[in-house]
């Protein structure tokens, strides 16, 4: 017959028809029991010690799992949590949630650390309107040397040097200072060039003209420009305000401008217009002043159905002795 003490000791599993043999007493193993897993072997002389300690661990995680499976049908919370998350020692009670809330905090005030992202500036139209229109009446008390180097074909055939003022009502005043042209005596006569005609002459000078009136408006000829807005860029943009205009001093032309965000002065100008009923392309950039005074230092023209290209470099600039 089977004892009460014996029935009593047993620890059955609710849903497990299996029941585990209880433990002897003074931690003693019965010899009917069995490990549910492989215990390792060791010598006769650490053996009961080593068993000892296998059995109170074993019992330690049996006790958890019949904790588990009991608040799984029950509903009650998992005891065996607290043996494996804290060690076997219990959390005391609301630390849970102490945790939760420094959590919780901890996060606030992380998210409070970082700044909120920042719209980019708007850029100041009226204030760039006004920046050109003063810059332009500053350029009329100046004159300055322009340098013509016009080719055909790629290779030399004329060069300019004009001396460029305003009078009193702001019209360019055009006066040659020197040249330097290929014909058959010059020594600038190249190999493959021919020599510079009056045409050429000519027609040298009215692109120099052309390439004032798009880079040296009059004060005021870019407030339109600036009232219609920013436009996206057309090339990389990074610190830059784009601004394009069409018939601007011609019908059908297109120019496209680049702006300093932080110092309101340009960079970089493109313009399509045409000349002689050719199309013509021209790109300037441009320097600054002692002063602050911006200019276009540097333009190139081109016209790809007649193969020429003129470039044009302002340099020199002197206060006019009347202003």
């Not at 000829?221 to 920013?230: I, L």
């Not at 044009?312 to 006019?320: G, H």
Request: glycine residues 8%.
């Amino acid at each position: 017959m089977k004892s009460k003490d014996s029935d009593k000791n047993k620890i059955t599993i609710p849903g497990v028809s299996k029941a585990f043999p209880p433990l002897g007493k003074g931690g003693k193993k019965p010899a009917a029991a069995r490990l549910p897993w492989p215990r390792r072997r060791t010598s006769s002389s650490a053996a009961a010690g080593s068993d000892r300690s296998l059995i109170h661990l074993h019992r330690a995680w049996l006790l958890a799992c019949v904790a588990a499976l009991a608040g799984c049908e029950t509903g009650t919370p998992p005891a065996y949590d607290m043996i494996m998350m804290t060690g076997g020692l219990p959390r005391s009670a609301g630390e849970g949630e102490l945790e939760t809330e420094a959590m919780a905090e901890g996060d606030a005030e992380a998210e409070a650390e970082v700044p909120p992202e920042q719209a980019p500036p708007v850029f100041d139209t009226e204030k760039a309107a006004r920046r050109f229109a003063e810059n332009a009446a500053l350029l009329r008390t100046l004159s300055w040397n322009e340098r013509i180097s016009y080719r055909v074909g790629g290779s030399f055939t004329l060069e300019l040097v004009l001396r460029v003022a305003s009078d009193a009502n702001g019209d360019a005043v055009v006066a040659e200072v020197n040249r330097a042209v290929s014909d058959a005596q010059g020594v600038h006569r190249a190999a493959d060039a021919r020599p510079a005609t009056p045409e050429d002459d000519q027609r040298a000078r009215l692109l120099a003209d052309l390439i004032r009136a798009y880079t040296t408006p009059p004060p005021g000829a870019m407030d339109r420009v600036f009232a219609a807005g920013p436009v996206p860029p057309n090339g990389p943009g990074y610190g830059l305000e784009w601004f394009a205009a069409t018939d601007f001093v011609m019908p059908g032309d297109s120019l496209s401008l680049s702006i300093n965000q932080a110092t309101i002065k340009p960079e970089r100008l493109e313009f399509q217009s045409q000349a002689e009923d050719t199309p013509v392309e021209g790109i300037a950039t441009y320097r600054e002043l002692p002063d602050g005074a911006f200019y276009p230092q540097h333009t190139e023209l081109r016209l790809p159905a007649l193969g020429i290209q003129l470039i044009a470099e302002r340099y020199n600039f002197r206060l006019q002795p009347h202003r």
